[in-house]
């Protein structure tokens, strides 16, 4: 059976996710352990995973069109190539015990990762209206490779400049990005339409006014901001609770498991079950997450409470992507997946750079319950559309 182009292309995309989102479980495994280490502050250890997600937020407005103008492959591979220098910076950081170096690291490693979440609008560039949602999903589910891969990663490369923890797990990031260079070599990118490239289109402010549109920048940005602000601060509580590395690394594999396993079926669902109404089963697991790390302690209260977390944000980011997918014409493509993942990267951002604070001053049953707020606000979204669409009809 032969492959159509479609699906071929859906495939490599789904191999570069599953390299690059490598590297970046291997960050979230172990970037906010070694802020702890060389911060004189405690409270700011999560700051290189804060200015790495800055930098992303930064990235992604300029990333939107670069690509356009230049193509997608093309703008990629420089980005990957910065990406290798970010986990140079960031090794030799470590090497120097400079926590400002490290910073620095972070940021530039960032700036790559503003070109990655782009994968997922060139999967629905080359899918139908039906097999949008599906192929979205798919290229997703490249993180269920990144979710053993990563973490594993990072244990095996922990001591490689020993004394010095830490250091190799950086250094084995410069060899992720430039596998990315390799598989993104292979890809056939949609060539950018002439249409794709025009001036013009409706302003911004009249795309966004739209119920969806606002629903998809509501609920996709804010459902990140949960997942980060839970999974950044989790490593430092797991740690402040006596827990090991190990079992921190294992805990973190079965989140992004849990981020990215459901991508093999979440497409179908929307599918099945329409995209609102998955969004809102996203929400309730977010709820049940919060509701078990309030419950215990232990290694499987973390680790059950992060696996549901992973799984409720995947329904919540593929819902939220394939909404917006319909809310813009070709030629406001890249202003408005450019201006969504802005808006993702700021609220990551701001979580990453609170959560180690507030962990840190108010503990962390007091870090879950801040969160129930916001999963309130994307079921509140959520059943507001629904309601307009209800009345519509």
């Not at 200015?51 to 069109?65: E, F, K």
């Amino acid at each position: 059976m032969t492959l159509s182009p479609a699906w071929k292309n859906v495939a490599l995309l789904a191999v570069c996710q599953a390299l690059a989102m490598t590297g970046a479980s291997l960050i979230a495994t172990t970037s906010a352990l070694v802020g702890n280490a060389l911060a004189i502050d405690k409270a700011y250890a999560t700051l290189p995973l804060a200015l790495q997600y800055g930098a992303t937020m930064a990235a992604t407005i300029p990333a939107a069109q670069l690509m356009r103008v230049f193509g997608r492959r093309a703008a990629c591979i420089g980005a990957a190539v910065v990406g290798m220098l970010g986990g140079a910076l960031s090794t030799a950081a470590i090497l120097d015990a400079d926590f400002a170096f490290f910073c620095l690291g972070s940021a530039v490693t960032g700036v790559f990762y503003g070109f990655v979440i782009q994968f997922r609008f060139a999967a629905a560039d080359v899918a139908d209206a039906r097999f949008k949602s599906r192929a979205i999903s798919l290229v997703l589910a490249g993180g269920v490779f990144a979710a053993v891969a990563g973490p594993n990663l990072a244990r095996l490369t922990r001591e490689l400049f020993s004394p010095v923890l830490f250091a190799g797990c950086f250094f084995a990031l410069i060899f992720v990005c430039a596998s990315v260079v390799v598989a993104l070599s292979f890809v056939r990118f949609p060539a950018t339409t002439a249409e794709e490239r025009a001036p013009g289109g409706r302003k911004l402010r009249e795309i966004i006014a739209q119920p969806a549109c606002v629903t998809a920048m509501l609920c996709g940005p804010l459902s990140y901001a949960v997942m980060s602000t839970l999974m950044t601060a989790t490593p430092l509580a797991m740690l402040a609770c006596d827990h090991n590395f190990g079992d921190t690394a294992f805990v973190i594999q079965w989140h992004i498991l849990g981020m990215y396993a459901p991508s093999f079926f979440s497409g179908s669902l929307v599918q099945r079950f329409g995209v609102l109404n998955v969004m809102a089963a996203g929400s309730a697991l977010f709820v049940l997450c919060i509701a078990l790390n309030l419950s215990g302690n232990s290694v499987v209260h973390f680790w059950a409470a992060l696996t549901v977390l992973g799984v409720g944000w995947n329904f919540m980011f593929v819902g939220a992507t394939t909404l917006l997918t319909e809310c813009y014409r070709p030629q406001e493509k890249a202003k408005v997946q450019g201006l969504n993942d802005f808006f993702v990267y700021g609220t990551v951002t701001l979580s990453a750079l609170l959560s180690g604070k507030l962990h840190y001053y108010i503990g962390w049953d007091s870090l879950n319950l801040i969160a129930l707020p916001i999963v309130a606000a994307t079921l509140l979204a959520g059943f507001r559309l629904r309601a307009r669409r209800a009345q519509a009809a």
